[in-house]
Antibody, heavy 121, light 106 residues
Framework: EVQLVESGGVVVRPGGSLRLSCAASGFTFRDYAMHWVRQAPGKGLEWISF????????YYADSVKGRFTISRDNRKDSLYLQMISLRPEDTGVYYCAKGNSSSSIRYSDHWGQGTLVTVSP | DIQMTQSPSSLSASVGDRVTITCRAS??????LAWYQQKPGKVPKLLIYAASTLQSGVPSRFSGSGSGTDFTLTISSLQSEDVATYYCQKYNSAPLTFGGGTKVEI
């Protein structure tokens, strides 16, 4: 069974930094691309980042480009999201999601439970 | 960037009704479209990919159609457990934009 467990969500002040983690199990992590998707309170889904199986190619939404960095460690079956210069509008639940291909941009077929990031003074 | 517009933003229907949700892309995306269901307080779940392919385990009352810029998600006979918000997402290229969502109520 595919399992994705996010961690690292906390309350942080505007301008602060944070690193989210996602521990994967139940599938061969190194064979799949991964995504981060977020959801502001009471709002819709927002795709924010994608990384290929080998970490060579990464993509970002304009809203986070230059501030967020996606990475992965295939030896640890883990996905990360480094976030800097956080803004109140970055508040929300951050989901780690498994892609359906190793390198091609594809939909997400499994999602974690999410971790809540709150950016507030 | 390609924008994804869903309509309606919400709807109310009766058990057994046929429900149709529309998703329109501002440019052609061939069939690179997925639909997700998010029940209240729950994690999103993949329903359909490649515009019309049902994900394993999803009830057959759900179906998808369309190509290019216009897509639909149909629930052939609405059930109480289908109360949720439904999202489309394009994945032909980055950014993988979601539609704004359609909230389905009974």
């Amino acid at each position: 069974e595919v399992q994705l467990v996010e961690s690292g969500g906390v309350v942080v002040r505007p301008g602060g930094s944070l690193r989210l983690s996602c521990a994967a199990s139940g599938f061969t992590f190194r064979d799949y691309a991964m995504h981060w998707v977020r959801q502001a309170p009471g709002k819709g889904l927002e795709w924010i980042s994608f990384i290929t199986w080998d970490g060579v190619f990464t993509y970002y939404a304009d809203s986070v480009k230059g501030r967020f960095t996606i990475s992965r460690d295939n030896r640890k079956d883990s996905l990360y999201l480094q976030m800097i210069s956080l803004r109140p509008e970055d508040t929300g639940v951050y989901y780690c999601a498994k892609g359906n291909s190793s390198s091609s941009i594809r939909y997400s077929d499994h999602w974690g439970q999410g971790t809540l990031v709150t950016v507030s003074p | 960037d390609i924008q994804m517009t869903q309509s309606p933003s919400s709807l109310s229907a009766s058990v057994g009704d046929r429900v149709t949700i529309t998703c329109r892309a501002s440019q052609g995306i061939r069939n690179y479209l997925a639909w997700y269901q998010q029940k209240p307080g729950k994690v999103p779940k993949l329903l359909i990919y490649a515009a019309s392919t049902l994900q394993s385990g999803v009830p057959s009352r759900f179906s998808g159609s369309g190509s290019g810029t216009d897509f639909t998600l149909t629930i052939s006979s609405l059930q109480s457990e289908d109360v949720a918000t439904y999202y489309c997402q394009k994945y032909n290229s980055a950014p993988l934009t979601f539609g704004g969502g359609t909230k389905v109520e009974i």
